[in-house]
Every structure is written in structure tokens, then in C-alpha cells.
């Protein structure tokens, strides 16, 4: 799979140190698992000049104080708050400065974030997505790309899980219905 690096950007989603360290709230070794992976992906694209976006998901400890139904807490307790240590990126895959870091406070990257705008103003057509977890926030982002005519293409061996079959789940349903599943491998960035 050839990419033009000028019309691709590699989106790491949430690779924070609440999720991918041992001693983070929601650590799932898989997680862990996924960060040389990624490395990779970023050396990869950072070589051949395609962009590279980062997303933190971010909870300010009052979210969801007044919340109707979606409430985070309730499901996974409190978790990434606002100015913790778990909700930086981890140490391995720092953003340059000239990265766009895009905070989040739902599965979403592209909800109520300035990544859509971001993405038309570089001339941006295709995501290579990785990151975790692979059934919550990258899920959610691909296919929010997705239905924005973007062209997610889900990293398989880049991806993070709390269990194994939460990341098959999450990989056949983005390859069946909106995006694109590959090994990192196959990933190369090519100028036009």
C-alpha cells in the first residue's frame, strides 16, 4: 500500500500513560504491546514528510457532573484527568513541535476538536490510524473519518486492546464497513 505523504497524515490516538503504562488506570498490556509499533509507523512517515497528529484523551474531573446519559466515569471510573500524569503522552512517542496534539474528551477525535479543520487545511485525503483501544477511541475516530469521505486505514499491528478479540472485533468491523486493515508492514509512504 503506497501513500502519498503529502495527502496522508498518521493519526496515534491516545497512547497516554494511563492506558499503555503499567501503572495507569486502564493499562492494558496490549496497549504497551502497540507502542514499538507505532514508533515504527512515526519514523516511518516523519521520514517521507507525511504529518503526524496526536490525540490525548483528556477529562476534566467535572464532565460529566450534569450529564444527561454519557458518562465515562460511571463505565470505566475516573481516568486521564485534566493535568495527571496518566493523561500526557507516553515518553516513547513524543510529538514534535510541529505535530498537532489534538485533546479529546470523548472516543471521538473528531468531535468538537480541531482535527477535521486541521486535515482540509493540509490537503489531507488518507489516515493511517493507530494507537488504542482498538474498539473505543480508534474505532470511533476511524469511523468518524470515515463518514467524512477521509480514507482510514487501521495500522492491525499498531493497535492496542484490553483482550484480543475486542481488537479482531474492532479491526473486521472497520475493514467491513469504512476503512481499509493492514499490517504496518505494508504501509509505505511514497512521494507522487
Known sequence: MNLDPDETAVVVVDMQNGFCHPDG???????????????????????????????????????????????????WG???????????????????????????????????????????????????????LANVCVLHTAGSAGLRDYRPILAEDAVGAIEEDHREYALDHAGWLFGEVEPRSAIEFVSG
Open 25 to 75: 488506570s486502564l493499562y492494558a498490556p496490549e496497549s504497551e504491546a502497540a507502542i514499538e509499533p507505532c514508533a515504527d509507523l512515526l519514523e516511518d512517515a516523519r521520514a517521507a514528510g507525511a504529518s503526524v497528529v496526536f490525540t490525548r484523551d483528556v477529562h476534566p474531573p467535572e464532565q460529566f457532573e450534569d450529564a444527561h446519559y454519557y458518562d465515562e466515569f460511571d463505565r
Open 78 to 132: 475516573e481516568h486521564v484527568l485534566e493535568g495527571s500524569w496518566e493523561a500526557e503522552l507516553i515518553e516513547e512517542l513524543r510529538p514534535r513541535e510541529s505535530e498537532l496534539v489534538v485533546v479529546k474528551h470523548t472516543y471521538d477525535a473528531f468531535y468538537r476538536t480541531e482535527l477535521e479543520g486541521y486535515l482540509e487545511s493540509h490537503g489531507i485525503r488518507d489516515l493511517v490510524i493507530c494507537g488504542t
